[in-house]
């Protein structure tokens, strides 16, 4: 069965502050996974990473707990309908004083 998988690019975006996009990056390769792994400092930071994973061919963006009820819509805003954006959710983040990255970013 494995022969009936093509490639599957994703990536993994998550958000806190002092991270940039240019360092906090790295690849985790399969015989059928590339998931992209990327640190950002805000959601500006995020929407244009986004926009550059599926650039690269990812159909398909998670994003960690950082990101609030409106970081999520504007990732799926910015890459539009034929990507699916999922995330990891916490109400509050306790990474973030139990605030929500909206509250943050």
């Given amino acids: 069965m494995r022969g009936d998988f093509l490639m599957f690019e994703c990536a993994f975006i998550y958000v806190a502050d002092g991270l940039s996009s240019d360092k906090q990056r790295a690849i985790i390769p399969s015989d059928t996974i590339n998931m992209n792994v990327i640190g950002v400092k805000n959601y500006d930071e995020a929407e244009t990473v986004a926009k550059e994973m599926v650039e690269k061919g990812c159909t398909a963006i998670e994003l960690c707990a950082g990101f609030g009820n409106e970081g999520i819509y504007r990732?799926?805003?910015?890459?539009?309908?034929?990507?699916?954006?999922?995330?990891v959710k916490f109400d509050f983040h306790p990474a973030f004083g139990f605030k929500s990255g909206d509250e943050i970013f």
């Fill in 75 to 87: 990732i799926k805003k910015a890459v539009g309908p034929k990507v699916a954006v999922g995330a």
